[in-house]
Nanobody
Framework: VQLQASGGGLVQAGGSLRLSCAAS????????MGWFRRAPGKDREFVAA????????YYADSVKGRFTISRDNAKKQVTLQMNSLKSEDTAIYYC???????????????????WGQGTQVTVSS
């Protein structure tokens, strides 16, 4: 699976952005998809994840109620809608795919098998 993230940019605090991740390859359908981010000087952190059938979604506490993850298996695409953005959301955002669903590790970046190249999100205050 190859992943291509897009949609990042510069936005003012309180604004919105919509990130997309396009997947190529045969096995997207059954994979867990996640978004992670890395801010300058910080470790990579979990943002959101979604199960293969959209039946389960997971969010970091810092983004709950503001971000929404969704997927379209027919289009092999995952979307992260980000609203009410804050300066602390500034980071490079990465989409990732995990071949096996494990609820205990869905928030752990080491669990994911494939990674996109990242897209920069900058929120100005």
């Amino acid at each position: 699976v190859q992943l291509q993230a897009s949609g990042g940019g510069l936005v003012q605090a309180g604004g919105s952005l919509r990130l997309s991740c396009a997947a190529s390859g045969r096995f997207f359908f059954g994979y867990v998809m996640g978004w992670f981010r890395r801010a300058p000087g910080k470790d990579r952190e979990f943002v959101a994840a979604i199960s293969w059938n959209s039946g389960s979604t997971y969010y970091a506490d810092s983004v709950k109620g503001r971000f929404t993850i969704s997927r379209d298996n027919a289009k092999k695409q995952v979307t992260l809608q980000m609203n009410s953005l804050k300066s602390e959301d500034t980071a490079i955002y990465y989409c990732a795919a995990d071949r096996e669903f494990r609820a205990a590790t869905v928030t752990m970046w080491l669990s994911y098998d494939y990674w996109g190249q990242g897209t920069q999100v900058t929120v100005s205050s």
